[in-house]
């Protein structure tokens, strides 16, 4: 009865935040695992999976795929991880599809799992929405080249 099709079934599909603890809610500096199982139903299939990450209106924000690869028949296990100060606050679902010889599309398991992600500021006094779904936290450097001070002559008078 498992989500697939003759050729693949799943067995889960679940998110693991890096946490300290349960109760810790997801926000945008969590690091995130998705791990997956599925039953391969065809002996030495060669197989890709493909992990889709979309917003709840439904904008694509990433397709990755796994290394194409020949499988026995049995059950196989992938997983993702998708480091924290990536994604920004909001409302995301995942889809996988498996893929035969690079190019046949065996089952597309939709909207397999949905997540939120909560906003996270720190020494900031900005309050409204950040834009984008990604928040990626990049090494941003600044320095000051001459200062007003150094601009401007001082008169001698």
């Not at 391969?40 to 990433?62: K, P, Y």
Request: proline letters at 6%; a negative charge.
């Amino acid at each position: 009865p498992a989500p697939g099709n003759d050729f693949v079934r799943v067995n889960f599909v679940e998110l693991i935040p890096q946490t300290n603890n349960d109760s810790e809610p997801v926000d945008i500096r969590t690091p995130l695992t998705i791990r997956f199982k599925f039953w391969n139903l065809i002996e030495g299939q060669d197989l890709c999976v493909g992990l889709h990450l979309f917003t709840r209106s439904r904008e694509c924000i990433f397709d990755i795929n796994s290394t194409p690869q020949c499988y026995r028949r049995g059950l196989v296990e992938g997983q993702c991880e998708i480091p924290g100060n990536f994604l920004n606050d909001g409302s995301y679902y995942f889809s996988l599809i498996f893929v035969k010889d690079a190019s046949v599309e065996l089952f597309y398991c939709e909207e397999c799992l949905s997540f939120e992600v909560e906003d996270f500021r720190e020494n900031i006094n900005w309050y409204g929405k950040w834009s984008g779904y990604v928040r990626p936290k990049f090494p941003f450097r600044m320095r000051q080249l001459v200062a007003e001070k150094e601009l401007v002559p001082e008169n001698d008078y």
